[in-house]
């Protein structure tokens, strides 16, 4: 043994002789636990009560007594170790050796740690014999008994013979005897539970991670695909990209995720009580601006319907190119040569553009709508950003600006009306700053038909059908055939949940009330073509994608942004419309099939030509800017549309 | 890597403590944890781990000068030297930005501000070689001779990268020998997961709330410009307790990780909000970093033993540092220098006339000062936080309530409620309480198991949408 234990730890205390003795005693009570053992069986009750009960109390004791050196001795050695650690690092070294080392011969403790498997085989003694020994490691502190129903007989014999204790505790350790024990009440065995129940818990998920089945691939209701391990390199580690990459994997592909996520939103909604309106994500009350003077409908200009006038300018295009440029170019070359495309964020999701969320209602009337924060001085540049396009393109071509408004222009909860820009007004502004380009007053027209499925309650698009009434208005100023609807096919897609449901953090009652998704597809004769963005690679397809399902239902209309599409109809007036558009306009779409002999498409999001030149290829007689109003309110999809027109110039 | 993170749980964690309870010798145990820390710290800062060992290796050299040369001038040179260097370090990776910044605004030069991406937790590492250098210096704890026990300190990653700040006293023997036993196992889990719930639960719940209220750095602190007066107080107050769930929530998991592995280290919060003046705030909140500035900076200054002058200039410059840590921003330092001021008031009043006020007066000043100093905390660009001023005394021109503010407390008032409860130390009351009888101990501790296991796995459901998991200490 090492030298510690020959150090006295106090006047009247010598441990290693105290050792000697109580291996003496263990060695004892260990011949009488041996013939006890053999007194258990079947028939031990029978065998003479007296003497099983005094062995019982005689081992009692010695147990106590045992554990109570053990620990002092415990205490005092851990002092000394920390001591010596401070004082002679030397030594320490010779100390955790035997600790590790599972030779007997170096075991600060050879005899218990017999006994420990002596008592872990024989659970009929464990039952029955007085005092279990509880192991903790290489510490192997010994604890008193904690099994149920006999704790409180042991403690009331503790205390009748108390005085008896004391006295012999003095005789055998020349020490006073210990105070009273807390009540112990199971602590160590609820520790053990506690610890076995968490580190299973964890190490359960653990495994089951490492070996589940991980989810990949699209994800529908996050619109996106999920992320994959990536491959390692150097240049990815010393950026961070691959532990970053790493993180995300391991997160993003946990099996059954989108049961999870569905499950954690359930949890969050119970943090507070179920109000008819809820926020989800992070609504932010802007303060709203006024108009100075109220509102007054200013037409600016007026579209050139005559069709024959725009084919006589059609055909004396060529001719006319001199005459035109002379009120236009000069100025115009001067700041077109300043002009440079301008960097943006290509941030072009329109959800998180939107961002807030408000949901309002239950049952089939749940919708979620997303506020907006439009401001005055960005429907101004909005404004002046499209009067360039006219200013370039020149008196020939007609240009319309469509406003489309987002469904919390008609729908938000009347107390929350203060705390969002209004579309009305900020539609005002872009009308009184635009210059010879005719203004499409969508927002009047689908404010009639309110009680009417015009906006999806899941999803932050329009239905066809608020895009048919907005059609009527652009119709009426375009001067152009606009059938009825009844003249269109009825189709209709069920199950509906749209992107609201994912910026909602997956609020359930969406998920419950999806929207039916209603559209029309136009009787008449027409072709459709589909361009890349740098407008090549032209090939024929179909207008309506009608397998377009999930979150991605509204993409039923030439299935999605990030095409040029060209449609040439049977109607033979020899106009030519280009719209630019953002996801709500692919709606108007089908019914302007009816209306244009030739119609181009362009999400100028996802326009790669420069958009002058594009439009005088294609022969544009009218340009139909048609996008919701967070679209024409946000500065870089404002930056975007301009450099379509200053990019690629040639 | 952060803590409330499905990969940091189910991967990180559990591998480590295989392969660190793989062997029962100490110095394996010892080399697993270090090698665990540098993934641990290179897992987000693949460059900058090798800042952490020069730290180290610079502060290990301190140490052994110091101690040969005790008494000698070459001593005091070594404490310059780690002082030098660690604050150098600091103050270029953390503050070079922003002096440059306010230099230029100053002068009117035109530096090119420099773009430094702040190695996470430089802060608190840097503090922690900086006080074992003193502490040398001091004979306050034994140099350590074993450059990799040192490097286990500096990196050991359950406190790398959001603290506590650990001293090397408090772990130095711990270092040398430890054990683990069922009670640390079982109280280190449970302090774990208690964390993590303080975290996963309530405080990204809170963060949620104060969005809404004050706006978020990514949109300009847009919504601050609305806020109604009630909006602005019930924000600054929602401020602290998010800082204060997530902060102590982050301490938990340092300190039940270190319990694990046989460390103990000390309490990094006390219950702040249930102080009664802001000297008791601040003797219960982030208390490792407190007490490094009462240990390192103010009694070194002269603490209250000077003139009075002296005394008060003191409280001012430590509480100004103590802001300036926080962060590269002027809200920072004006923060502390907010407290420093209340911590001068009270003071100047002294103890015996505060304990003659009742305590409700006191409770209600306490927390007004907390919410409107986090709303300060909150906001690292000066034109929002002028309109949070404006907006608590309603000088904006904002109504006194909007129905955004009352929205948001209708949707989240179980959470609130929670919020309130778990600020006051009412589990541990209960626990002791109970824990008196054998019927209702048994069911307390069974009570006890079942939580844990609830709280753990209902984090594990909300950590798969990862979209609302905000890591707060970036800036430290």
């Given at each position: 043994?090492?030298?510690?234990?020959?150090?006295?730890?106090?006047?009247?205390?010598?441990?290693?002789?105290?050792?000697?003795?109580?291996?003496?005693?263990?060695?004892?009570?260990?011949?009488?636990?041996?013939?006890?053992?053999?007194?258990?069986?079947?028939?031990?009750?029978?065998?003479?009560?007296?003497?099983?009960?005094?062995?019982?109390?005689?081992?009692?004791?010695?147990?106590?007594?045992?554990?109570?050196?053990?620990?002092?001795?415990?205490?005092?050695?851990?002092?000394?170790?920390?001591?010596?650690?401070?004082?002679?690092?030397?030594?320490?070294?010779?100390?955790?050796?035997?600790?590790?080392?599972?030779?007997?011969?170096?075991?600060?403790?050879?005899?218990?740690?017999?006994?420990?498997?002596?008592?872990?085989?024989?659970?009929?003694l464990d039952k029955t014999g007085p005092i279990p020994v509880i192991f903790k490691e290489e510490d192997a502190v010994v604890k008193i008994p904690t099994y149920e129903g006999e704790e409180e007989e042991l403690e009331h014999e503790q205390l009748t013979s108390k005085e008896e204790y004391d006295r012999l505790f003095e005789e055998l350790y020349h020490v006073e005897p210990p105070k009273k024990r807390e009540p112990n009440f199971y602590k160590s065995e609820f520790r053990f539970i506690n610890a076995a129940a968490c580190l299973m818990c964890i190490f359960g998920i653990f495994a089951y991670l490492l070996f589940a089945d991980r989810e990949s691939g699209f994800i529908n209701s996050e619109n996106r695909m999920l992320a994959t391990m990536p491959s390692f390199s150097v240049e990815s580690y010393l950026d961070g990209s691959y532990a970053k990459g790493v993180t995300e994997y391991f997160t993003d592909t946990v099996p059954d995720r989108e049961n999870l996520k569905r499950i954690g939103a359930d949890i969050t909604s119970h943090y507070g009580s179920k109000e008819e309106i809820k926020i989800s994500s992070n609504v932010k009350a802007v303060k709203k601006e006024v108009l100075e003077e109220p509102s007054k409908i200013v037409t600016t200009a007026t579209a050139n319907v005559n069709i024959a006038d725009v084919l006589t300018e059609d055909s004396s295009d060529e001719s006319d190119e001199d005459k035109e440029p002379k009120e236009t170019e000069p100025e115009e070359k001067i700041t077109t040569m300043k002009e440079q495309v301008k960097q943006v964020e290509t941030n072009f999701d329109e959800g998180t553009v939107y961002g807030s969320v408000i949901i309002e209602g239950s049952g089939k009337n749940v919708r979620a709508i997303s506020a907006f924060y439009g401001l005055f001085e960005n429907s101004e540049l909005y404004a002046k950003t499209i009067n360039k396009y006219k200013q370039e393109l020149g008196s020939k071509v007609n240009v319309y600006n469509m406003p489309i408004p987002i469904s919390s222009a008609f729908y938000i909860p009347k107390n929350f009306e203060d705390t969002v820009a209004s579309q009305p007004d900020n539609i005002e502004v872009m009308n009184r700053n635009l210059k010879n380009i005719i203004s499409v007053d969508a927002y009047s027209e689908l404010a009639k038909h309110t009680e009417e499925y015009i906006y999806s309650r899941t999803d932050h698009h329009w239905q066809p059908l608020g895009a048919y009434y907005a059609g009527q208005a652009f119709?009426?100023?375009?001067?152009?055939?606009?059938?009825?609807?009844?003249?269109?096919?009825?189709?209709?897609?069920?199950?509906?949940?749209?992107?609201?449901?994912?910026?909602?953090?997956?609020?359930?009652?969406?998920?419950?009330?999806?929207?039916?998704?209603?559209?029309?597809?136009?009787?008449?004769?027409?072709?459709?073509?589909?361009?890349?963005?740098?407008?090549?690679?032209?090939?024929?397809?179909?207008?309506?994608?009608?397998?377009?399902?999930?979150?991605?239902?509204?993409?039923?209309?030439?299935?999605?942004?990030?095409?040029?599409?060209?449609?040439?109809?049977?109607?033979?007036?020899?106009?030519?419309?280009?719209?630019?558009?953002?996801?709500?306009?692919?709606?108007?779409?089908?019914?302007?099939?009816?209306?244009?002999?030739?119609?181009?498409v362009v999400d100028f999001r996802y326009f790669n030509v420069n958009a002058i030149d594009f439009l005088k290829e294609v022969k544009c007689t009218d340009l139909l800017f048609a996008m919701s109003i967070s679209s024409m309110d946000t500065p870089s999809h404002i930056t975007t549309l301009d450099n379509d027109r200053i990019q690629y110039r040639k | 890597m952060v803590f409330a993170d499905l990969f940091f749980l189910y991967f990180f964690m559990p591998v480590c403590l295989i392969f660190y309870f793989m062997t029962r010798n100490l110095h394996i145990r010892n080399g697993v944890l270090i090698v665990f820390s540098l993934v641990f710290y290179a897992w987000g800062e693949p460059i900058w781990v090798t800042l952490l060992i020069f730290s180290s290796i610079v502060d290990y050299i301190n140490g052994l000068v110091i101690e040969k040369n005790r008494g000698k001038a070459a001593a005091k040179g070594a404490v310059v030297c780690s002082l030098i260097i660690n604050l150098g370090l600091l103050v270029a990776f953390k503050y070079s930005g922003f002096i440059v910044e306010n230099v230029n605004n100053l002068i009117g030069t035109q530096f090119t501000v420099p773009k430094i991406s702040l190695p996470i937790g430089i802060s608190f590492y840097t503090f922690q070689t900086i006080s074992y250098t003193i502490d040398c210096y001091r004979n306050r704890v034994p140099t350590q001779k074993n450059f990799f026990k040192f490097l286990m300190y500096v990196s050991l990653f359950p406190q790398l990268v959001a603290g506590p700040i650990v001293r090397y006293s408090t772990i130095g023997e711990e270092i040398e020998y430890r054990t683990t036993d069922m009670q640390m196992i079982s109280e280190g889990v449970s302090r774990i997961i208690l964390g993590l719930g303080k975290k996963v639960i309530i405080a990204n719940g809170i963060g949620k709330i104060v969005t809404t209220c004050f706006g978020e750095a990514a949109d300009g602190y847009a919504a601050v410009s609305t806020v109604s007066i009630t909006g602005a107080w019930f924000g600054g107050a929602m401020v602290a307790l998010q800082y204060y769930y997530d902060f102590s929530g982050y301490s938990d998991i340092a300190i039940g990780l270190g319990r694990i592995f046989g460390f103990h280290f000390d309490e990094n919060f006390k219950y702040p909000m249930i102080s009664k003046t802001i000297s008791e705030f601040w003797r219960r909140w982030h208390i490792s970093l407190s007490s490094w500035f009462r240990d390192y900076v103010y009694i070194p200054l002269g603490g209250n033993r000077v003139s009075k002058g002296r005394h008060l200039l003191n409280i001012m410059i430590v509480w100004s540092l103590t802001g300036l840590w926080h962060g590269a921003s002027w809200n920072f330092p004006l923060w502390g220098l907010y407290f420093g001021l209340f911590l001068l008031l009270e003071i100047g009043i002294g103890k015996d006339n505060l304990k003659k006020c009742p305590a409700v007066i006191l409770h209600i000043y306490t927390k007004l000062v907390v919410a409107f100093g986090f709303g300060i905390f909150y906001f690292d660009q000066n034109g929002p936080l002028l309109k949070f001023f404006k907006a608590t005394v309603g000088a904006n021109g904002n109504p006194f309530t909007d129905t955004i503010t009352k929205t948001v407390i209708k949707n989240n008032i179980y959470l609130l409620m929670a919020v309130v409860l778990f600020a006051m130390p009412v589990v541990p009351k209960v626990k002791e309480l109970c824990m008196k009888r054998k019927t209702s101990a048994v069911v307390i501790q069974s009570a006890g198991v079942v939580c844990n296991i609830a709280i753990l796995l209902i984090c594990s459901i909300l950590l798969v949408n990862t979209t609302n998991n905000p890591f707060l200490y970036f800036r430290f």
């Open positions: 043994m090492s030298k510690k234990e020959k150090q006295p730890l106090d006047g009247s205390f010598d441990p290693s002789k105290q050792l000697e003795k109580l291996d003496k005693l263990f060695a004892e009570s260990l011949g009488q636990l041996g013939s006890f053992d053999s007194l258990v069986g079947e028939d031990w009750e029978k065998v003479d009560e007296k003497t099983a009960a005094e062995t019982k109390s005689d081992i009692d004791e010695q147990f106590i007594a045992l554990e109570e050196s053990k620990k002092a001795k415990k205490d005092k050695n851990k002092e000394k170790d920390k001591e010596k650690a401070k004082e002679e690092p030397q030594a320490e070294k010779t100390e955790e050796k035997p600790a590790d080392d599972d030779d007997d011969m170096l075991m600060p403790f050879p005899v218990i740690k017999e006994e420990k498997s002596k008592e872990n085989d024989d659970s009929v119709a009426a100023v375009a001067g152009i055939n606009y059938p009825e609807l009844s003249e269109y096919g009825r189709y209709f897609k069920e199950d509906f949940c749209g992107t609201m449901y994912m910026y909602s953090d997956y609020n359930e009652e969406l998920k419950n009330n999806p929207d039916t998704f209603t559209y029309f597809k136009p009787k008449n004769e027409y072709k459709t073509y589909y361009y890349n963005t740098d407008f090549t690679g032209k090939k024929e397809d179909v207008l309506f994608y009608d397998y377009a399902e999930g979150v991605n239902t509204y993409s039923v209309f030439m299935g999605g942004d990030e095409t040029i599409c060209q449609i040439d109809t049977d109607v033979k007036n020899g106009r030519t419309l280009v719209i630019f558009k953002d996801s709500f306009g692919n709606a108007l779409v089908p019914f302007m099939v009816g209306g244009f002999e030739h119609i181009y | -």
